[in-house]
């Protein structure tokens, strides 16, 4: 496989991902590379139906392996919330600020050892001609009252690492694909193509 298109035009995730595929010979395109392809309705209940629909929808129109990840906070106190709609989360047209802001009125009384939180991603692989492939990863931290770091993005700079002492937002770049739910899902991504990402 020498190209593969991610179906985001999410700056800060596709960064991620070409950072992890770095040195694969795998040229890494995005749907900026594709602007006729509109916005694939993420309408699932769950992180692996979203993903599973981006990577074929995409995947058909381009007639190129598409890999798509759906991935989002989950945070015990709030029974999951925002889970599927964290992008979305303080509404259609939120941005991170307006989501870190709506997560942070809802804990307004949430003690800090009740801020349990883990990040969740499914990345979908879809190769033309096979079954779509879903890879899974998981981190756990805290939500913190205020936000630490500018890096990252998203509910980076809330999610608190216990392990490393910081948020994901003051992690560097290859320091947080270490550890990082779509860093986890990525490398299985990998080792399932094996002598394709050669």
Known sequence: MKELVVATRNAGKLAEIRRLLEGSGVRVMSLEDFP????????????AANASKKAETV???TGLPCLADDSGLVVEALAGRPGVHSAR??????NDADNNRKLLEELTDVAADQRRAAFHCVMALCLPG????????????????????????GYDPLFYLAEQDCTMAQLPLDAKNRISHRGQALRQVMASLGACLT
């Not at 006729?36 to 992180?47: K, L, N």
């Not at 989360?89 to 939120?94: D, L, Q, S, T």
């Open 89 to 94: 989360y303080a509404g259609p047209e939120a």
């Open 59 to 61: 995947a058909a129109q």
């Open 36 to 47: 006729a392809i509109p916005e694939v309705v993420e309408d699932g209940e769950t992180f």
């Open 130 to 153: 096979e079954a779509t492939r879903l890879f899974e990863g998981q981190v756990e931290g805290l939500i913190l009252t205020s936000p630490r770091g500018v890096g990252g993005f």
